[in-house]
């Protein structure tokens, strides 16, 4: 794919750029860019990563929230600021407004996971008052900006803001600054797109040859419906798992540049995710949350286009919490083909139950989860049977099984609406 052409009158300019960083100076952590060996073993390239989770607020989020603020007039900074967020920005515009004694409201959807919650409230102290509203970031969102334009307080956009960008781009000069060689690919997470936009705009100024990909994930791919489209369109359904980069609607602003500027975007499965979540903190010691891990799971796919390269991949964040960890493993081992759930009706005759015990499981295989779905008569019923599986190929045998033996069953892996349902 040939390299799209750089904007000449971008509204994130190099010296917007050159600005943010100095203004951040003291303010933000220069995380390293550290190879890593085995995942560059792994898939045949030079793999380096971008610690943003080592930022001072866990994510690169407090880049762009304090240029912003630090921006703001006198008169503006008395009235005090509002925004909307996930988790990060709250938790970088918290820190800032400790740092520079100004009164922040914080809209958060319910769904934020109560680490993220905490450290908000622990960054932003007596400055700050986190309010939470609806399912999804854009629920926040939407009740943010009333109540911003209700009062005429600042809003702190999240990402479609050019102080935002500017301030994230410098992510981007820090990569470039690190690196002793030529940058082959970047990748980097895609959100509302404000990341992406800013070490786009400073990547592509300064080193035009590097290929830059942004990652989506599957569930909330709303750059890439968007691009496909030629124009900002809002996803009417996402998955919320990936809560740093889940957005029904990226901004126009981030959109623009992004259009311009990524050569490719690429989309992975949230199950994929997991995966790497737990390979990043096992084999790496890296606590990854979901957003921060979506340009290392993407490296799966990427094949030829990585292999011999210099990659660099953006961990933008670090804020997991523990309570996730058995929701991640399940939907890991689910990915990997390794955990299945059935509703099987047994035959009704005694025993039934100890005949599949000892004739449909397989030697390495385990039931995780039985439950009879009927309140009486029990055993004359269906059940609701989780199954983990060593191996990936015993999956065909254990179904083999069920058949030959006459029991009826459904898979509910295979149904996402019982599965959401059920388990």
Same mark, same amino acid.
């Given at each position: 794919?040939?390299? &799209?052409?750089?904007?000449?009158?971008?509204?994130?300019?190099?010296?917007?750029?050159?600005?943010?960083?100095?203004?951040?100076?003291?303010?933000?952590?220069?995380?390293?860019?550290?190879?890593?060996?085995?995942?560059?073993?792994?898939?045949?390239?030079?793999?380096?990563?971008?610690?943003?989770?080592?930022?001072?607020?866990?994510?690169?989020?407090?880049?762009?929230?304090?240029?912003?603020?630090?921006?703001?007039?006198?008169?503006?900074?008395?009235?005090?600021?509002?925004?909307?967020?996930?988790?990060?920005?709250?938790?970088?515009?918290?820190?800032?407004?400790?740092?520079?004694? @100004?009164? /922040?409201?914080?809209?958060?959807?319910?769904?934020?996971?109560?680490?993220?919650?905490?450290?908000?409230?622990?960054?932003?102290?007596?400055?700050?008052?986190?309010?939470?509203?609806?399912?999804?970031?854009?629920?926040?969102?939407?009740?943010?900006?009333?109540?911003?334009?209700?009062?005429?307080?600042?809003?702190?956009?999240?990402?479609?803001?050019?102080?935002?960008?500017?301030?994230?781009?410098?992510?981007?000069?820090?990569? @470039?600054?690190?690196?002793?060689?030529?940058?082959?690919?970047?990748?980097?997470?895609?959100?509302?797109?404000?990341?992406?936009?800013?070490?786009?705009?400073?990547?592509?100024?300064?080193?035009?040859?590097?290929?830059? @990909?942004?990652?989506?994930?599957?569930?909330?791919?709303?750059?890439?419906?968007?691009?496909?489209?030629?124009?900002?369109?809002?996803?009417?359904?996402?998955?919320?798992?990936?809560?740093?980069?889940?957005?029904?609607?990226?901004?126009?602003?981030?959109?623009?540049?992004?259009?311009?500027?990524?050569?490719?975007?690429?989309?992975?499965?949230?199950?994929?995710?997991?995966?790497? @979540?737990?390979?990043?903190?096992?084999?790496?010691?890296?606590?990854?949350?979901?957003? /921060?891990?979506?340009?290392?799971?993407?490296?799966?796919?990427?094949?030829?286009?990585?292999?011999?390269?210099?990659?660099?991949?953006?961990?933008?964040?670090?804020?997991?919490?523990?309570?996730?960890?058995?929701?991640?493993?399940?939907?890991?081992?689910?990915?990997?083909?390794?955990?299945?759930?059935?509703?099987?009706?047994? &035959?009704?005759?005694?025993?039934?139950?100890?005949?599949?015990?000892?004739?449909?499981? /397989?030697?390495?295989?385990?039931?995780?989860?039985?439950?009879?779905?009927?309140?009486?008569?029990?055993?004359? /019923?269906?059940?609701?049977?989780?199954?983990?599986?060593?191996?990936?190929?015993?999956?065909? &045998?254990?179904?083999?099984?069920?058949?030959?033996?006459?029991?009826?069953?459904?898979?509910?892996?295979?149904?996402?609406?019982?599965?959401?349902?059920?388990?």
């Amino acid at each position: 794919m040939t390299h &799209p052409r750089i904007w000449t009158d971008t509204p994130v300019r190099l010296e917007d750029i050159l600005h943010a960083h100095r203004v951040l100076q003291g303010i933000v952590v220069p995380t390293p860019l550290q190879h890593n060996r085995g995942l560059s073993a792994k898939y045949g390239g030079n793999v380096f990563l971008k610690r943003e989770d080592q930022q001072v607020v866990r994510s690169f989020k407090i880049r762009g929230a304090y240029h912003l603020i630090s921006s703001l007039s006198e008169e503006e900074r008395r009235k005090g600021v509002i925004c909307a967020s996930a988790g990060n920005h709250a938790q970088g515009v918290a820190y800032s407004c400790h740092s520079l004694g @100004i009164r /922040g409201i914080i809209y958060m959807p319910t769904t934020t996971p109560r680490q993220k919650i905490n450290q908000v409230k622990m960054f932003g102290g007596d400055n700050v008052e986190v309010r939470l509203v609806g399912d999804t970031f854009d629920d926040a969102y939407a009740e943010a900006v009333r109540h911003s334009s209700e009062e005429g307080l600042p809003f702190v956009h999240p990402f479609d803001d050019p102080r935002i960008i500017a301030g994230n781009a410098t992510v981007g000069k820090e990569i @470039i600054e690190a690196s002793t060689e030529p940058i082959d690919v970047l990748l980097v997470t895609v959100g509302g797109g404000g990341l992406a936009a800013g070490v786009a705009a400073y990547v592509k100024t300064v080193s035009p040859a590097t290929k830059i @990909i942004g990652v989506e994930p599957e569930g909330a791919a709303s750059m890439l419906r968007s691009r496909e489209n030629r124009e900002v369109v809002t996803l009417e359904e996402i998955d919320k798992f990936v809560d740093g980069a889940a957005v029904k609607r990226v901004g126009d602003l981030t959109f623009a540049i992004c259009d311009e500027l990524l050569d490719d975007i690429v989309v992975v499965n949230e199950g994929r995710v997991c995966t790497t @979540i737990l390979e990043l903190y096992n084999e790496h010691a890296i606590v990854a949350e979901p957003a /921060g891990a979506l340009p290392v799971a993407a490296l799966a796919s990427l094949g030829d286009q990585i292999a011999g390269k210099n990659v660099v991949c953006i961990v933008s964040g670090g804020n997991n919490d523990v309570d996730r960890m058995q929701e991640i493993k399940e939907r890991s081992l689910i990915f990997e083909g390794l955990k299945h759930y059935f509703m099987v009706n047994f &035959p009704q005759r005694a025993g039934a139950l100890r005949e599949f015990l000892d004739d449909v499981l /397989g030697p390495d295989d385990d039931i995780v989860q039985f439950e009879y779905t009927k309140k009486h008569n029990k055993e004359n /019923g269906p059940a609701l049977v989780g199954i983990e599986l060593k191996n990936k190929a015993d999956y065909e &045998p254990l179904i083999e099984r069920m058949k030959r033996k006459g029991y009826r069953f459904m898979e509910l892996n295979k149904d996402p609406l019982l599965f959401n349902l059920l388990i």
